[in-house]
């Protein structure tokens, strides 16, 4: 489906939503980001992996990664409450090495690879650049990133820590690193947000998220349009 399609969509589905939900809709949009993006790889606990979504939601960074070497993630509604509906969430799971493939085709993306660690010196979460794009990658519960994120960073970074405990819970990071990031983001950089077509893109899910029998609808329209083309 095309963009103008997209376009023309938004416009018809958005009669079946009420206006409240609708502003709602446009107030929330306009604040998120795809300047930075979340990957977590191969967590096992999904209460953590879904505390990590919500952060997402609430800090407005739209896109977050799982992938999944050996874990299958399960997100808790519960502890989500809800976030994963509004979220681009992207499920690596059919490579061979998920986590190589992954942060080659961000790459290629042009994001830069910040693999949090607390056993590397190279930036505290106060003094990364946030210039660039970037998808910040945390790591198992109990043994951080693996080999293949070490290799693959552009940068490292931790959060400064004071106590006898070595690191925080992974959805707390999570929320720190977010919390510093974009708020410096909405601060210094220029053109953090979504493009226009991305969104469209994003819109049109949450409608389809938000209409009952939503697929229907929209190809009742295209059906529509056919026959009068």
Request: charged share 30%; proline share 1%; net charge negative.
């Given at each position: 489906?095309?963009y103008q399609q997209k376009k023309e969509l ?145 940068e490292f970074v931790k959060i400064p820590m ?68």
């Open positions: 489906m095309n938004i416009d018809y589905l958005s009669g079946f939503i009420s206006e409240r939900r609708k502003q709602r809709f446009d107030e929330v949009i306009s604040h998120r980001t795809d300047h930075l993006r979340i990957v977590l790889e191969d967590l096992y606990q999904g209460h953590n992996a879904s505390a990590v979504l919500r952060s997402c939601d609430c800090f407005g960074v739209q896109n977050v990664h799982f992938i999944e070497n050996k874990n299958n993630l399960k997100i808790s509604a519960d502890v989500a409450m809800g976030s994963s509906n509004w979220l681009t969430i992207h499920r690596h799971r059919e490579a061979e090495n998920n986590t190589r493939k992954t942060l080659l085709d961000l790459k290629a993306r042009g994001y830069k690879i910040i693999a949090t660690t607390p056993h590397k010196d190279d930036f505290t979460i106060d003094t990364l650049p946030v210039n660039d794009k970037m998808a910040l990658v945390f790591g198992t519960e109990i043994d951080g990133i693996t080999p293949e994120v070490f290799e693959l960073a552009d004071y106590g006898f405990t070595e690191s925080f819970n992974i959805s707390v990071c999570a929320a720190l690193c977010m919390y510093e990031l974009t708020t410096r983001i909405r601060k210094e950089v220029k053109d953090y947000l979504l493009t226009e077509e991305e969104r469209t893109d994003v819109y049109f899910e949450w409608l389809k998220t938000s209409i009952d029998s939503s697929e229907g609808l929209i190809q009742g329209f295209l059906k529509e349009k056919d026959l009068k083309q």
